[in-house]
């Protein structure tokens, strides 16, 4: 039973951990066709609506699409005011 415990938890925390390096990252929306991007109530939803380039985020959460590419939900840095879902690849979090 204990050697089974520690089995998961060392094929866990791998995942658990990089899952956390998303979580709360200070970012920059930075899509590069300069138009909005796009905010969404979830992946692949319908658009709530835009939020323009160099607005400062940070990430409340991740989750993945059947493709293994990461959405993102967002709330406004600073305020902590919900945005919603965007695709992560258009956020610059350095």
């Known amino acids: 039973m204990r050697r089974n415990s520690r089995l998961a938890l060392g094929l866990a925390a791998p995942i658990v951990l ?4 998303f979580a709360g990252a200070a970012c920059i929306v930075a899509d590069p066709t300069g138009t909005p ?5 979830a ?3 319908a658009t709530l609506g835009t939020i323009a380039n160099g ?3 940070v990430i409340h959460e ?3 699409d059947a493709k293994g590419q990461p959405w993102v939900h967002i709330v406004q840095a ?3 005011e919900e ?8 956020l610059d979090c350095r």
């Open 55 to 57: 607005v400062a985020v």
């Open 18 to 21: 990089w899952s956390a390096t």
């Open 43 to 45: 992946p692949y939803a």
């Open 78 to 80: 600073g305020s902590g």
């Open 83 to 90: 945005i919603g879902w965007v695709f992560r690849k258009y």
């Open 62 to 64: 991740t989750t993945y």
């Open 37 to 41: 991007l796009n905010v969404r109530l």
